[in-house]
């Protein structure tokens, strides 16, 4: 059983940094592929990102490319999403997600999809 634990959420201004931190335990980290995904209020939650299990393959939500990045170390267990050039409209709760497919999760719509689902960290942008 894997544990995700996501941290780093906030408050920030528009155009601002943030970065979050997903620290796994439990499991054998390097068999996962590891995502981040979001959900807004009042909206269903959506895929943001996404990398492989040795870390050399990325694919984001096209509304976040350019601005975020994510990032893993398997000796630490954790997974990173750096966010910059953040906007009013990301404002979400943020959930690190763990599956052994790497396309499972690029398709995923929420916890039920996906193998492992951390409990979220809060992110708001204000304008």
């Given at each position: 059983?894997?544990?995700?634990?996501?941290?780093?959420?906030?408050?920030?201004?528009?155009?601002?940094?943030?970065?979050?931190?997903?620290?796994?335990?439990?499991?054998?980290?390097?068999?996962?592929?590891?995502?981040?995904?979001?959900?807004?209020?009042?909206?269903?939650?959506?895929?943001?990102?996404?990398?492989?299990?040795?870390?050399?393959?990325?694919y984001y939500k096209d509304s976040v490319k350019g601005r975020f990045t994510i990032s893993r170390d398997n000796a630490k267990n954790t997974v990173w999403l750096q966010m910059n050039?953040?906007?009013?409209?990301?404002?979400?709760?943020?959930?690190?997600?763990?599956?052994?497919?790497?396309?499972?999760?690029?398709?995923?719509?929420?916890?039920?999809?996906?193998?492992?689902?951390?409990?979220?960290?809060?992110?708001?942008?204000?304008?």
């Amino acid at each position: 059983q894997v544990q995700l634990v996501e941290s780093g959420g906030g408050l920030v201004q528009a155009g601002g940094s943030l970065r979050l931190s997903c620290a796994a335990s439990g499991g054998t980290f390097s068999n996962y592929a590891m995502g981040w995904f979001r959900q807004a209020p009042g909206k269903e939650c959506e895929f943001a990102a996404v990398v492989s299990r040795s870390g050399s393959v990325t694919y984001y939500k096209d509304s976040v490319k350019g601005r975020f990045t994510i990032s893993r170390d398997n000796a630490k267990n954790t997974v990173w999403l750096q966010m910059n050039s953040l906007k009013p409209e990301d404002t979400a709760v943020y959930y690190c997600a763990a599956d052994s497919s790497y396309s499972k999760l690029t398709h995923a719509l929420g916890s039920r999809d996906v193998d492992y689902w951390g409990q979220g960290t809060q992110v708001t942008v204000s304008s």
